[in-house]
């Protein structure tokens, strides 16, 4: 019993001593928590072959949609945090779906490890071509001379861009018609037609209409000016304070990653996000490249959950 003993002695330590294997030594899962072709998506399709080539292993787009991104997202939570399983989301499963869902099948402040937040793009308030509205001050008095009669489109319920018109609202002390869409596209596409009047849009999602003169851009939600549309001022440049607002997507894994894998797998993103092209790219449709810290991030989003908390709570807003 005694030899049996010290040889598992000795065949535990050996193990202890051995060096793991390299990560990543097999195929990385990057879960979107939506279906193709949307934002996330597309960020995360433009990070995978930079990360397989830094890394020198495939990474592969596994788009798991459904319940406003908590599906994908509660996926990654359950998986094992070794670094094979990470999430590229928009804010929604981080800050905004954890105060309007009931039995969320994760919790978002304590069971990820977070990576970084990988862009950020400002909103921007639209309206139709033909639209009268030409500045903020035109809304905020069509809102007080009609109070809630202007209707404002939204890609659907507790979206950042229904959330940016809930929070005007509160900030001007005016009220419209919120009008909810199953998803961005048909939101716009009524838009474009006249059939609602205005809305807080995702600034490269609405900026191709914008540069063919179907829409009319009335401010954008930054605390700057976007890049791309240099000429239109912020709300807050505009008088209305309080609605900085930003529309960003973040990558995070499992709680409990190791970590000298969460170190190399944040250094290959932060190098993928500053690629010349991937920047340039962005860049032209809106996008800024954030790439901060871990630490940046968890400071980030425990601000940002605070805010739209206190948003959904007063403006009493639900999912339905």
Not at 107 to 118: G, R
Not at 242 to 268: E, F, M, N, T
Request: a positive charge.
């Amino acid at each position: 019993m005694n030899k049996f003993l010290s040889a598992l002695c000795l065949t535990v330590a050996t193990l202890a001593a051995a060096p793991a294997l390299a990560w990543p030594d097999k195929p990385v899962t990057l879960v979107v928590p939506f279906p193709p072709g949307g934002s996330t998506d597309s960020l995360a399709r433009v990070l995978a072959p930079r990360l397989q080539e830094k890394l020198g292993q495939n990474f592969i787009v596994d788009n798991k949609a459904g319940a406003t991104g908590t599906i994908g997202a509660g996926q990654v939570k359950r998986a094992a945090p070794d670094g094979y399983t990470v999430l590229v989301s928009s804010l929604g499963p981080f800050v905004i779906a954890p105060h309007l869902i009931k039995g969320m099948p994760y919790d978002a402040l304590k069971d990820f490890d977070l990576l970084t937040v990988a862009v950020q793009a400002p909103n921007v308030l639209v309206v139709p071509a033909a639209s009268p509205i030409k500045s903020v001050a035109d809304v905020i008095a069509a809102a007080r001379k009609n109070p809630g009669k202007m209707t404002l489109a939204s890609s659907g319920n507790g979206s950042s861009d229904h959330l940016t018109a809930e929070l005007f609202w509160l900030q001007t002390g005016t009220s419209g018609v919120h009008v909810p869409y199953k998803g961005g596209a048909p939101a716009i596409q009524d838009l474009l037609g006249g059939q609602v009047d205005a809305s807080f849009q995702n600034v490269n999602a609405v900026i191709q209409h914008i540069n063919s003169g179907k829409l009319r851009a009335v401010a954008v939600t930054g605390e700057r000016r976007s890049a791309v549309l240099p000429s239109v001022p912020t709300l807050n440049e505009s008088g209305v304070k309080g609605v900085d607002v930003y529309s960003w997507q973040g990558v995070a894994a499992p709680k409990g990653l190791p970590v000298d894998v969460k170190a190399k797998l944040h250094a290959a993103l932060v190098a993928a996000l500053n690629d010349p092209q991937v920047k340039a790219d962005f860049t032209k449709i809106g996008f800024e490249i954030v790439a901060n810290t871990p630490e940046q991030f968890t400071t980030f989003q425990q601000a940002e959950f605070a805010r739209w908390k206190n948003v959904i709570e007063t403006r009493k807003i639900t999912a339905d």
